[in-house]
T-cell receptor, first 114, second 110 residues
Framework: DAGVIQSPRHEVTEMGQEVTLRCKPISGHDYLFWYRQTMMRGLELLIYFNNNVPIDDSGMPEDRFSAKMPNASFSTLKIQPSEPRDSAVYFCASSLAPQLYGYTFGSGTRLTVV | EDQVTQSPEALRLQEGESSSLNCSYT??????LFWYRQDPGKGPEFLFTLYSAGEEKEKERLKATLTKKESFLHITAPKPEDSATYLC???????????FGTGTQLKVEL
């Protein structure tokens, strides 16, 4: 298996622009998670899905952020409009059974908003 | 609210100099404590899961232990390739969310 695949690896955008981050989970994993990592706050959970349904979005910072999972093999995280404080590394992770196996993380998308 | 605190924030060791990293937690209903390793520019990589106080797990030069309030990651005779950030996380309550600490950045020098 190729693991969790995220794209793009790097994204530089101007303030106010829309940004879309993409994730392909490991086939057969029913859980998908979006995290944001910054130096100040570490890894923070934004939202997670189970069987393509959003279960907990309490970590989504505000209405500018939205996430979708239209099918079992694809998820997006969208920021519109983007702001400089959104600059961070965004990770997608998937899991078959979190308590037993934890998560498998992708390599992340480094977002810079200028 | 679940809290995970890791110490030290950074640790520099000489090759072969054993040490321990600490992860203390305040949670309601621990369902599992996880250790991950993160290399620069990469996502965290799973190392261990511990479920109950007294449990221990080993992998090469690493050994993780768990008590009711904290976990330790012991590194025996480390090598430069052990240099990374080590993250601790807890799974609690009835959900499937991992809450992470901010990590210990380990550097092992020759």
């Amino acid at each position: 298996d190729a693991g969790v695949i995220q794209s793009p690896r790097h994204e530089v955008t101007e303030m106010g622009q829309e940004v879309t981050l993409r994730c392909k989970p490991i086939s057969g994993h029913d859980y998908l998670f979006w995290y944001r990592q910054t130096m100040m706050r570490g890894l923070e959970l934004l939202i997670y899905f189970n069987n393509n349904v959003p279960i907990d979005d309490s970590g989504m910072p505000e209405d500018r952020f939205s996430a979708k999972m239209p099918n079992a093999s694809f998820s997006t995280l969208k920021i519109q409009p983007s702001e400089p404080r959104d600059s961070a590394v965004y990770f997608c992770a998937s899991s078959l059974a979190p308590q037993l196996y934890g998560y498998t993380f992708g390599s992340g998308t480094r977002l810079t908003v200028v | 609210e679940d809290q995970v605190t890791q110490s030290p924030e950074a640790l520099r060791l000489q090759e072969g100099e054993s040490s321990s990293l600490n992860c203390s937690y305040t949670v309601s209903g621990l369902r599992g404590l996880f250790w991950y390793r993160q290399d620069p520019g990469k996502g965290p990589e799973f190392l261990f899961t511990l479920y109950s106080a007294g449990e221990e797990k080993e992998k090469e030069r690493l050994k993780a232990t768990l008590t009711k309030k904290e976990s330790f990651l012991h590194i025996t005779a480390p090598k430069p390739e052990d240099s990374a950030t080590y993250l601790c996380a807890v799974l609690t309550g009835g959900g499937n969310k991992l809450t992470f600490g901010t990590g210990t950045q380990l550097k092992v020098e020759l």
